[in-house]
């Protein structure tokens, strides 16, 4: 099983990306998934995460009102819409997968992991 995230790149402050996380079966259309970030020298942390079926959704206070996490299971991808992106949120982006069908935000809950994409963002 595989997490492919892609999207990354360079932004100017402000500006908007747009994070995807294709998953290889079909079966992980049935989990909750979450994107997680780590910057240099820190702790990866929790950024956003959805349900199974999209309709309940978790943010990082550092995130809320700027970012938008969703899905769509025909795909098997799940997105991370980034706007108003800030210096503070270079980092390497991941997508995980969760074997619970809940929101949650607990990384030790997560057993499979995308290999990351880097969003940098220059002031």
């Known amino acids: 099983v595989q997490l492919q995230a892609s999207g990354g790149g360079l932004v100017q402050a402000g500006g908007s990306l747009r994070l995807s996380c294709a998953a290889s079966e079909r079966s992980f259309s049935s989990r909750a998934k979450g994107w997680f970030r780590q910057a240099p020298g820190k702790e990866r942390e929790f950024v956003a995460a959805?349900?199974?079926?999209?309709?309940?959704?978790n943010y990082a206070d550092s995130v809320k009102g700027r970012f938008t996490i969703s899905r769509d299971n025909a795909k098997n991808t799940v997105y991370l819409q980034m706007n108003s992106l800030k210096p503070e949120d270079t980092a390497v982006y991941y997508c995980?997968?969760?074997?619970?069908?809940?929101?949650?935000?607990?990384?030790?809950?997560?057993?499979?992991w995308g290999q990351g994409t880097l969003v940098t963002v220059s002031s």
């Open positions: 959805i349900s199974w079926g999209g309709g309940n959704t």
């Open positions: 995980a997968a969760t074997s619970r069908m809940v929101v949650t935000t607990d990384i030790t809950l997560y057993d499979y």
